[in-house]
């Protein structure tokens, strides 16, 4: 079984190709040379792979680049993405692609913050405007990397309820295939307004959500300080922070199998955006966050940098492997659930992006 891995950095995407056991790999790259990527995609659901990535040019604007060849050619969707022209807004960056409940249907989240609906596998993209167009919009601010929604969580077997987060405004979910949209943020501090409003209706900045397709009303949240549960599809949300060496950080991973483990990677807080002690070490839960274990087996002794938001991933084989790119252009990767760890490649751009899947 083969072992395909995007990486998406600020300046190209690389493609990796390896086996089952992901010992060594082949990687081609870069695609799109100089162009940023924050959002790829490998899409399963049909005949072949279809791989899709966000890709930004400071001359051609954000564009979505489809291959149906692994990488060998790609085909551009110049306006994919574009605003009906009652708004006055344009895309600045394409945040988030993923695969949607139905066949075809392929969800897209951006800069400024907007989600997006395909129906044809990615080729052309329709506004949900009733998210744009929502009364909260207005209030919501940029956070550090800008105001995007880095995360569309379409829940797994209901085609009409799909959920949304953005940095800073919140968790947004929809119950009708995202022509409206509700906050679903209860229980969510906010660490930078006052004490009297720290649990708002929305504005929390929200970094990440991951849940497993077998327990969709289960969901994970890594929070600008905080990390959380929700057992109730978002309804309200709780604490599972304790036991981490700290509680900020960006990404948030399910393992593919097994509803209950997850995996964070801690930062030091906002202001120290490098590893607890520069000591770079995933954090797994085997009990839905009642408890913590470092993972650090094969990973470098320190790290004076970030993992991003969708800087980590899973794939899909028997025995999960786990990647985790960190922002000095390097990515490393577990064929063992995380339990140890080898270099896939280094000295990359800032990587901004990983996914793998097994085929």
């Known amino acids: 079984m083969a072992t395909v891995l995007m990486v998406g950095t600020r300046k190209g995407l690389w493609i990796g190709r390896s086996d089952d056991e992901r010992e060594t790999w082949d990687l081609t790259g ?20 279809r791989l899709l990535a966000g890709a930004s040019s400071s001359w051609l604007g954000p564009q979505v ?6 990488g060998g050619t790609w085909q551009e969707t110049p306006g994919a993405l574009r605003f009906p022209e009652a708004y006055d807004a344009s895309v600045e960056r394409i945040w988030q692609l993923v695969p949607g409940t139905e066949p075809g249907v392929v969800w897209a ?36 990397g800008g105001q995007a929604f880095h995360t569309v ?9 799909v959920t949304a ?32 409003v720290e649990y708002p209706e929305f504005g929390q900045c929200v970094h990440k959500i991951a849940r497993h397709p077998a327990r969709p009303e289960r969901m994970f949240l890594q929070n600008h300080g905080g990390v959380y549960r ?12 304790d036991g981490l060496p700290s509680d900020f950080g960006f990404p948030v991973v399910v393992h593919p199998h097994e509803p209950d483990t997850v995996y964070v990677f801690p930062l030091g807080q906002a202001w120290a955006r490098y590893p607890v002690e520069a000591r770079p070490l995933v954090w797994r839960s085997q009990d839905a966050g009642e408890s913590w274990v470092p993972l650090g087996k094969g990973l470098p002794e320190h790290l004076w940098v970030g993992v ?14 786990v990647y985790v790119g960190a922002r000095n252009g390097a990515v490393w990767g577990s064929s063992d659930s995380g339990e140890t760890w080898r270099p896939v490649v280094e000295n990359l751009p800032d990587v901004m992006c990983v996914r793998a899947a097994a085929m």
């Open 109 to 144: 989240g951006t800069e400024p913050g907007a989600v997006w609906r395909s129906e044809d596998h990615g080729e052309s993209f329709a506004l949900a405007e009733g998210l744009w167009n929502h009364p909260h919009r207005t209030q919501w601010d940029a956070g550090y």
């Open 165 to 196: 987060a953005i940095s800073t405004g919140g968790v947004y979910q929809s119950a009708d295939g995202g022509t409206s949209w509700e906050p679903r943020n209860a229980g969510i501090k906010v660490e930078f307004v006052p004490e009297e």
């Open 30 to 49: 870069p695609h799109f040379d100089m162009e940023e990527v924050y959002s790829c995609l490998i899409d399963t659901r049909g005949e072949r792979p």
């Open 65 to 70: 680049r489809r291959s149906d060849d692994l």
């Open 153 to 161: 969580l379409p829940h797994p077997s209901d085609p009409s309820s």
């Open 308 to 321: 991003m938001r969708d800087a980590m991933c899973t794939d899909d084989h028997p025995s999960a492997g």
């Open 230 to 241: 929700s057992d109730d599809h978002g309804a309200s949300w709780h604490s599972i922070a």
